[in-house]
């Protein structure tokens, strides 16, 4: 494949993310501080954003199986992954935080384990669509916004 026809996947890649997982205004600033001197910046930040995912849903299993459930704790690990979440303009996380978060104002724990399980699924599939685009983008050696 030409490099012209890597370069318009990238954009049909990167806009794809956009319709479906990513709040645009907020990865286009992300990829706005990418320069000369961090041209993977986004990348950087998308892989410290799943190495601190992985802390706390840890964090958030251990709390889910204690007894009692301490729903305020749970709550304030989601606010922070929701956060994170944000961060990186993960838009359909960001909701199901919000679904989890809502069912542990209610102290409702059947209704966080089926959230958080909708939390992770959004997250996985975000990092497989992130991880292609990367891909794809190194393919095409586009370092920049296109």
């Known amino acids: 494949m030409d490099r012209n026809q890597l370069q318009r996947q990238v954009a049909l890649k990167r806009s794809s993310l956009f319709e479906q997982f990513l ?6 600033q992300l990829e706005d501080l990418e320069d000369d001197a961090n ?4 990348e950087e ?4 954003f799943y190495k601190d995912s992985s802390r706390l849903f840890q964090k958030i299993e251990q709390t889910m ?31 199901e935080c919000s679904q989890f978060k809502e069912f542990c104002l209610a102290g409702n724990a059947e209704g966080c384990f089926w959230a ?7 997250h996985h599939t975000l990092r497989i669509q992130l991880e ?14 296109f």
């Open 23 to 28: 709040d645009s205004q907020q990865f286009v």
């Open 39 to 42: 041209p993977n910046f986004v």
């Open 45 to 48: 930040i998308v892989t410290l």
């Open 65 to 95: 199986q204690s007894r009692p459930i301490d729903f305020g704790k749970l709550d304030d690990y989601m606010h922070q992954f929701k956060g994170s979440s944000s961060s990186i303009g993960a838009i359909k996380v960001k909701n």
């Open 116 to 122: 958080y399980q909708r939390v992770k699924q959004e």
């Open 132 to 145: 292609s685009y990367f891909q794809l983008r190194k393919q095409a050696g586009l370092v920049r916004r």
